[in-house]
């Protein structure tokens, strides 16, 4: 697997760019036997020979798939809605769609439905954690890693849709971590995402001078519409209100979340860094290490 892959961001609904195409071709490299497209309102994907996750990010309508056996499966589809299309089958819909589609290396279980509809499943409900842990949050697991987490397990990759107000900073390691992608269906004003491609630097925080500290944070605006990259090794947290689908290749491997917030605050104390030149952390999460 290729190693330091580099945090990107490209906007679904702009079309075909240069950001995009370097997007997919890291994300081949660090992952072999993956690989992603976005059908843009398309009323028929056709039959592949590869297992195929769906992410519906634009329209609504309803949804025919074509299976092997000749049956005939049925549902409607609406935002944020996800579907498993197994090798050989077809997609059919009554009214253009927009999919986000990721070729998966592994065989869903046959237990796995074809539709999963996060907002009318009564096996998905939902859930704090991960980055939404206020009480009421807005967190529904779609595929997951293990039984105690969730109904729908699938270990080549994990998703979960989720309301971002202020998530804590963390990052996941590349010998046992996973890429990470935010599907951004809606934001609000303000919403951004919060990186360090610098994890190695901010692990060391009594290394680290004042000049270092000013260049390690970036920060993004998001807006409806992105796909956002998020390599292993990246820091990353949401902040401001991001409605997302988070998906995880592989799965969500447990104990593979790093959080980095207690090293950030440690170095605002070190450096008396204050006011405009302090590090952004999530205060809740800064008085200990936290690893999920």
């Not at 860094?273 to 008085?287: G, H, Q, R, V, W």
């Amino acid at each position: 697997m290729a190693q330091n892959g580099r945090f990107m961001i490209a906007n679904l609904y702009d079309g075909p760019s240069e950001t995009m195409n370097e997007m997919l071709e890291s994300f081949r490299d660090r992952n072999p036997g993956y690989d992603f497209e976005y059908y843009s309102s398309v009323t028929t994907i056709e039959t592949e020979n590869v297992n195929r996750i769906l992410f519906l990010q634009e329209g609504e309508g309803s949804a025919s798939i074509s299976t092997l056996s000749g049956e005939r499966l049925q549902s409607p589809l609406t935002f944020g809605d996800m579907i498993v299309l197994r090798k050989g089958e077809q997609l059919t819909t009554d009214s253009p769609l927009g999919f986000l589609g990721f070729k998966v290396p592994d065989i869903p279980p046959a237990e796995l439905p074809s539709f999963i509809r996060p907002d009318w499943d009564p096996n998905i409900t939902d859930v704090p954690g991960g980055c939404a842990t206020e009480i009421d949050a807005y967190r529904r697991i779609l595929l997951t890693w293990r039984k105690d987490v969730g109904e729908y397990i699938f270990h080549s990759l994990n998703a979960h849709r989720v309301r971002i107000r202020d998530s804590f900073s963390h990052y996941h390691p590349e010998d046992i971590g996973f890429d990470e992608f935010y599907l951004v269906q809606m934001v609000e004003p303000g919403a951004k995402i919060i990186i360090s491609e610098y994890v190695d630097l901010i692990r060391e925080p009594e290394k680290i001078s004042a000049e270092q500290a000013g260049g390690m944070i970036q920060e993004y605006e998001l807006r409806d519409g992105d796909l956002v990259y998020i390599p292993r090794g990246v820091m990353h947290r949401g902040f401001g209100g991001v409605l997302a689908q988070v998906i995880t290749v592989p799965g969500f491997i447990p104990g593979s979340e790093i959080g980095l917030d207690h090293l950030l605050r440690e170095i605002n104390e070190n450096l008396s860094l204050d006011n405009e030149n302090a590090l952004p952390y999530n205060a809740e999460f800064s008085s200990e290490p936290v690893i999920r």
